[in-house]
């Protein structure tokens, strides 16, 4: 037995677990490449531990053994990332952070106070209690956790309206071997020096992990109205929705679908078939909600056809994803991926035809479709859905991928918009930051010289500029 085995054992007991059964259940993220690749039979890199922390302090004594033995670090929440990044590398532990649960919440200084292993729709259902909203709910809102959210820079359904996980985040705690336990931020803003919060959100636990965080709550919502319509083309809604953006009237949730992603999420909706579809959820204080809708009917083409409330209204029905739906589409012998791909508004109808056309070329590619559902001032996100059937599995995802980088990257676009880049996109990541991937290793070798977090994540190689 190896030494650091023995030493963990004895600090934490049964929560350290070396047995396969349990080890078993960390091979994998809901990343859809490995997935198909553990159901195949094949062999992924398997943790040689895990230990179920339950207090920040077992992560603080954790990162210092393993430091010591120089041990591999992979910090988990849920386990519902779609890029590898909780992906174990061989003889490393994993760090179950999942036992790290409190949630405080402070009315006065409209904050919460929650621990990096609540699971979103906990958070969500206590803050509703009490009157509160975070309004952060991603696709994965019952399987991903706090922590997650924060490593990753996820955005939720609501993020046109309340921002990103990132514009939630009041401070961060976070566990970094040498200097133990720190807490960053603290306040809705200074200028003390740079904002050390962004140095961790987005981390992916290769820079230090996520314990906890303060973030920012808002109270619920006093009225809404849902409002959809049909339209002629994919780059007409994304034409209307920059004038909304523009104009300062942006609904909380605003959703273009082309007509076959309209077939995957609307299916039990026939009069919307064959057929564009621009849903919207306008909320607020109910004088506010009125003006903004009486602004927005006032902006409509011609060409977009009202359809009601119902479309609004299936979509938050079915609106959430799990990661049993994952494995059950790739049970079935199919092959998928979803790409979280942004630009500025200049380039994006042309990405997204250009984008989605070369998709639809490769091998194996039987589906190919697309929705835009987080815009900013500048710019917006376009999330591909691609589906297909390939006895070669790993080459079917490095197509895919090789070809988004390639297109994207001529866009001056990100192939990463909430997603993170983990172990799936980590080769294909360096050209988008440019120089900047240079700076993200020597921070990382700064933070981490002896490369025990998470390593093979997140920062790319020299070798792969």
Known sequence: ????????????GDRFRTDEEVLSEYLSDATPLYLALLLKGEELPKPAAVLRVESEEDVVKALEIALKHRVPVVPRGGGSGVVGGALPVEGSIILDLRGLRWINVYPEDMLVDVGAGIYGYELEERLNAMGYTLRHTPQSFYDSTIGGWISTAAVGQYSTMYGGIEDMVISIRVAIPRLGLLEVGGLPRRSSGPDLRRLFIGS?????VVTGAKLRILPLPEDEARLSYTLSSFEEGLRFIKKLILKGVGPAIIRLYDHEDVALWFEGLPEVQDKNLLIMVVEGEGRLVRAKVELIEGELPETFIAMGEEPVNYWLRNRFKRVSDVVKYIRMGILFDTLDVAALWGRLPALYKELKARLKELDGVMHVSAHASHFYISGGCIYYTVAGISEKVA????????????????????????HGIGMLKVPYIAGELEGAAELLRLIKESLDPEGILNPGKLVPSRENQ
């Open 1 to 12: 037995m190896e030494e650091w085995i023995s030493v963990f054992r004895r600090e934490f």
């Open 204 to 208: 992916e636990g290769a820079l230090g």
């Open 395 to 418: 080459e079917f995802y490095s197509n895919l991928w090789r070809t988004a980088e390639s297109v994207v990257r001529r866009y001056g676009g990100t192939i990463s918009h909430h």
